[in-house]
Nanobody
Framework: QVQLVESGGGSVQTGGSLRLSCAAS????????MGWFRQTPGKEREGVAR????????YYADSVKGRLTISQDNAKNTVYLQMNSLRSEDTATYYC?????????????????WGQGTQVTVS
């Protein structure tokens, strides 16, 4: 099992920045791919970014390219999501996810492990 704990959410003004963290523990072989997703009430969960923890390759949703950056600190088993130039439409609950498969082999939200989520509000 992999345990994921997100932190760093909060309220920020439009144009501001936040950095989310996701600390992984447990069966860390299950974290070959880690990702960030977000969800608002009544909508499906959508992928924001993912990172292949071995190679460092990153993948982004078109809507966040250039504003959000996923990164990792392998020594801390932690993945980050740096969010800049935030917009009201970025308001959502953000979830961290992990999976033992390659990032390119995982469709949509089909990750095996999930964190509890952290709220981001932009106004």
């Amino acid at each position: 099992q992999v345990q994921l704990v997100e932190s760093g959410g909060g309220s920020v003004q439009t144009g501001g920045s936040l950095r989310l963290s996701c600390a992984a523990s447990g069966y860390t072989y299950g974290t070959n791919c880690m990702g960030w997703f977000r969800q608002t009430p009544g909508k499906e969960r959508e992928g924001v970014a993912r990172i292949a923890t071995g190679s460092g390759n990153t993948y982004y949703a078109d809507s966040v390219k250039g504003r959000l950056t996923i990164s990792q600190d392998n020594a801390k088993n932690t993945v980050y999501l740096q969010m800049n130039s935030l917009r009201s439409e970025d308001t959502a609950t953000y979830y961290c996810a992990a999976d033992p498969r390659l990032c390119t082999a995982i469709a949509g939200v089909q990750f095996g492990y999930w964190g509890q989520g952290t709220q981001v509000t932009v106004s």
